[in-house]
């Protein structure tokens, strides 16, 4: 220490004092992981936005001690919504595990980019083997992969790899070089994929709503169906985008017969599983999607159905060399081909990023912590507590007649109590109905019944 | 507690045991905050990708106790680069703020998602004070803005609201409807910029690249020539792209008579300041990029110049209301209309992401705890070091030649001594160079007067 190879390396050493980090860590432990979990605290102490304007000091001007900073510090955790809490099923994610937590906060400790071995050397080793862990489960043996911030991005990777495996001109000529490219989806597909289209120039309306069941699953034959009208119109459709597990029912599409459809007509299958992916970890729910391996590309988002905290999305392939030569731009600054050590590790060039947070660390911990059967019981939960809701929900007088104006009223009420968060929104016909979201790992049957009498008891009045 | 309005919120407490959280914490303070910070530490203890597989132990398909979880928790540690180190000069990043590293912590520990003021009513109005400040400094009065994930893709922002604001049609019908656009920008730009373009469908050679002069600055009277000649061809640029603070070189392109040219022509002007921007906050440097507040859009990271952990990334135009119309795909099921709260702070929709992590916190938190004015001298403090850097080495005999396998050399040498870590490159036609990146708040001269000596003593015998 202080001698590199018997040479001093010098320089002074800071005065350590840890008090305020010291004070917060104290914080975060007892007003917001401890609470958080604790199904006896609100799940949010709601303020419309006027009122928590005067209630937190958000000028940032003159210098603040820190005594002051505490305190503001726990006013935000105050008027911040739970999202750990047991009762959070307003989105697709949720739960406070200690060692993802553990995990995410020491990602902030060291601060770095993902993009080369020389800054990220543990984090690219570890990236390397979880998404190498994924794509097993999905049985791509021999493909790529890359955390992306967020699923609506990883699908964005989607559309681009799958366009340039096709047309590898786009990159440098751009879609003008193009014939007149479209995308086959659900109705009930995520928005992430209009957006991305319009992103990437292709536009929106050349996305391509196909119909879905009763049950939200997409009809295969209507797939094909679409394919050959749009083909006869001389557009080019090049991408189907199959949903495992859909935003706002949970359905998964089937794969198997849709991937005959692209087998038979040349086109790329993506699978958008940032909500179901999870669904593959375990033996019960994985036949869910079954012919995942036929897919070219999944997007799988840890940070939902496998509660690891915002963000972590991962975009895999089974296509090996795609990612690189799609996205790469070889700069030469920070890709360097005459390094002294094996550059074929530095990933960055595979991402259309350039700094890139590490979002690997805090999955990894969680998953060390447990092992892959200890993953596996908790997505099972899950899954055994929404079938019970679903029972308890059948079982419950009054519960099966859903008026419009009902839900957005029994929200406000909720949210004003805080007693639990959980969305609502229309579907096609169906008017507003509650969206249960089960992606908590820790909750209960009991969670589940107090939905239940919670809702009913909020609305008895309506 | 454990009320709502009189009503039992039932349910159990869980045992709370925090010691794998507790140790951890401590050992992030010694081992990673303490030492990053203390100039008698190794900035990296470097193994090559083979060796370090060896060293660390990162199978995660058994469960793992909570004390070698620990201990692995300190080979990551260590055997990471300690980027907030003051001789970490590699990256266009550093340094370790306690206030910064306490935001990023409390933000993991809120874990939410920026997209509705419902989930995150407090960071919804905390980025917004932050950004309205941010555009205050850009002069931006009336504008709009955003955190993206890294300035390569809020420079993909810019790019396509300025494809949106000349060709609204681009939305719904791709770029096939729109004539052949073309982007300008200095030879030395970010290649953010050329991999936004692939991505968008404008393709790579659509990014026409105008001369710079020796000090890595865009000729303005090549900008124009340029205009001219790709027009007389037909195609039609409708953006140029200017950098406050170059990634190579640092170069501050000069906006003012940029501003001219994009004003007779009717192009947008677009700033990345991703590295340079953080010169805004200083009444010293702000001159360098004089006329910002002529630009249609400003890139700026406070995670490069101002010292916040990644990711911390601005976009901002000052056109109000193009982020919304551009990006928005008005998913029902998440940006409800009837809500009972003001919808008009939902801020989703103006993302082409869908959840997307709080980055706000880490630097309000900086910035509250320093005030305007610290902040500022804090900046002054990294062009004061620059400064004197640029002398010393003037001032030193052997540092005006340089040889081309003399950098990649010693920077082998110094990454195994892991005294400090700078970066190189080639340029043009100059060969292989260190690039010293200025960028963590703390350094000092007696930092500076080091990295010469350092260099000195690596490279004697070459
Ligand atoms: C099916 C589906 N795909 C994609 C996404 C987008 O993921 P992210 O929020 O990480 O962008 C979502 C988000 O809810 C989703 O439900
Ligand atoms: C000038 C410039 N623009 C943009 C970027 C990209 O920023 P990010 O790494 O956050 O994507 C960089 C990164 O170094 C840069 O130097």
């Given at each position: 220490?202080?001698?590199c190879?018997?040479?001093?390396?010098?320089?002074n050493?800071?005065e350590?004092?840890n008090?305020f980090?010291?004070?917060?860590y104290d914080?975060?432990i007892?007003?917001?992981?401890?609470?958080?979990?604790?199904?006896?605290?609100?799940?949010?102490?709601?303020?419309?936005?006027?009122?928590?304007?005067?209630?937190?000091?958000?000028?940032?001007?003159?210098p603040?001690?820190?005594?002051?900073?505490?305190n503001?510090c726990?006013?935000?955790i105050?008027?911040s919504?739970?999202?750990g809490?047991?009762?959070f099923?307003?989105?697709?994610?949720?739960?406070?595990?200690?060692?993802s937590?553990?995990?995410?906060?020491?990602t902030?400790?060291?601060?770095?980019s993902?993009?080369t071995?020389?800054?990220?050397?543990?984090?690219?080793l570890?990236?390397k083997?979880?998404?190498?862990?994924?794509?097993g489960?999905?049985?791509?043996?021999?493909g790529?992969?890359?955390?992306?911030?967020g699923?609506?991005?990883?699908?964005?990777?989607?559309?681009?790899?799958?366009?340039?495996?096709?047309?590898p001109?786009v990159?440098?000529?751009?879609?003008?070089?193009l014939?007149?490219l479209?995308?086959l989806?659900?109705?009930?597909?995520?928005?992430?994929?209009?957006?991305a289209?319009?992103?990437?120039?292709i536009?929106?309306?050349?996305?391509i709503p196909?119909k879905?069941?009763?049950?939200?699953?997409?009809?295969?034959?209507?797939?094909?169906?679409?394919i050959l009208?749009?083909?006869?119109?001389?557009r080019?459709?090049?991408?189907?985008?199959?949903?495992?597990?859909?935003?706002?029912?949970?359905a998964?599409?089937?794969?198997?017969?849709?991937a005959d459809?692209?087998?038979?007509?040349?086109?790329?299958?993506?699978?958008d599983g940032?909500?179901?992916?999870?669904?593959?970890?375990?033996?019960?729910?994985r036949?869910?999607l079954?012919?995942?391996?036929?897919?070219?590309?999944?997007?799988w988002?840890?940070?939902?159905?496998?509660?690891?905290?915002?963000?972590?999305?991962a975009?895999?392939?089974?296509?090996?060399?795609?990612?690189?030569p799609?996205?790469?731009?070889?700069?030469?600054?920070l890709?360097?081909?005459?390094k002294?050590?094996?550059?074929?590790?530095?990933?960055?060039?595979?991402?259309?990023?350039?700094?890139?947070?590490?979002?690997?660390?805090?999955l990894?911990?969680?998953?060390?912590?447990?092992?892959?059967?200890?993953?596996?019981?908790?997505?099972?939960n899950?899954?055994d507590?929404?079938?019970?809701?679903?029972?308890?929900?059948?079982?419950?007088?009054?519960?099966?007649?859903?008026?419009?104006?009902?839900?957005p009223?029994?929200?406000?009420?909720?949210?004003m109590?805080g007693?639990?968060?959980?969305?609502?929104?229309?579907?096609?016909?169906r008017v507003?109905?509650?969206?249960?979201?089960?992606?908590?790992?820790e909750?209960?049957?009991?969670?589940?019944?107090?939905?239940?009498?919670e809702?009913?008891?909020?609305?008895r009045?309506?």
């Amino acid at each position: 220490n202080g001698h590199c190879n018997g040479v001093k390396i010098n320089g002074n050493v800071p005065e350590n004092d840890n008090q305020f980090l010291d004070e917060l860590y104290d914080m975060m432990i007892k007003e917001g992981f401890e609470k958080s979990r604790d199904r006896n605290t609100k799940v949010v102490e709601f303020k419309h936005p006027k009122e928590l304007k005067q209630l937190i000091d958000l000028e940032v001007n003159k210098p603040t001690d820190d005594d002051r900073l505490l305190n503001i510090c726990k006013d935000i955790i105050k008027y911040s919504v739970r999202t750990g809490h047991p009762r959070f099923f307003n989105q697709l994610f949720g739960g406070l595990d200690q060692y993802s937590l553990g995990g995410a906060w020491l990602t902030e400790t060291l601060n770095t980019s993902q993009y080369t071995y020389e800054v990220s050397p543990v984090f690219t080793l570890m990236e390397k083997a979880i998404l190498t862990k994924m794509m097993g489960y999905a049985g791509f043996k021999d493909g790529d992969a890359i955390f992306c911030p967020g699923g609506s991005i990883a699908n964005m990777y989607a559309l681009n790899v799958a366009r340039y495996k096709f047309f590898p001109d786009v990159k440098r000529l751009g879609m003008q070089a193009l014939p007149k490219l479209c995308i086959l989806t659900s109705e009930k597909c995520h928005y992430s994929i209009k957006k991305a289209a319009s992103v990437l120039g292709i536009g929106m309306d050349n996305v391509i709503p196909v119909k879905a069941d009763e049950f939200g699953k997409l009809i295969p034959a209507e797939v094909e169906a679409n394919i050959l009208r749009l083909q006869s119109e001389g557009r080019r459709p090049y991408l189907v985008n199959v949903t495992a597990g859909t935003t706002v029912l949970g359905a998964y599409d089937p794969i198997e017969p849709i991937a005959d459809i692209c087998q038979k007509y040349g086109l790329w299958l993506h699978v958008d599983g940032a909500w179901g992916g999870g669904a593959l970890i375990s033996r019960k729910t994985r036949h869910l999607l079954k012919g995942i391996e036929r897919a070219d590309s999944l997007t799988w988002n840890p940070h939902k159905m496998m509660g690891a905290p915002l963000q972590a999305a991962a975009f895999m392939t089974k296509h090996k060399d795609l990612l690189a030569p799609c996205h790469s731009a070889n700069a030469s600054y920070l890709f360097q081909q005459d390094k002294f050590y094996d550059v074929s590790y530095d990933t960055g060039d595979k991402s259309i990023q350039c700094g890139r947070k590490v979002d690997v660390l805090k999955l990894w911990m969680m998953w060390k912590s447990r092992g892959d059967l200890g993953f596996e019981k908790d997505i099972d939960n899950l899954f055994d507590c929404a079938r019970y809701l679903a029972q308890k929900v059948r079982d419950t007088d009054g519960f099966r007649l859903v008026l419009e104006n009902v839900a957005p009223k029994i929200k406000e009420r909720m949210t004003m109590n805080g007693s639990m968060l959980v969305g609502y929104q229309p579907d096609g016909d169906r008017v507003n109905f509650f969206r249960m979201i089960i992606s908590n790992l820790e909750i209960t049957h009991e969670d589940m019944d107090f939905v239940v009498n919670e809702i009913d008891r909020l609305g008895r009045d309506l």
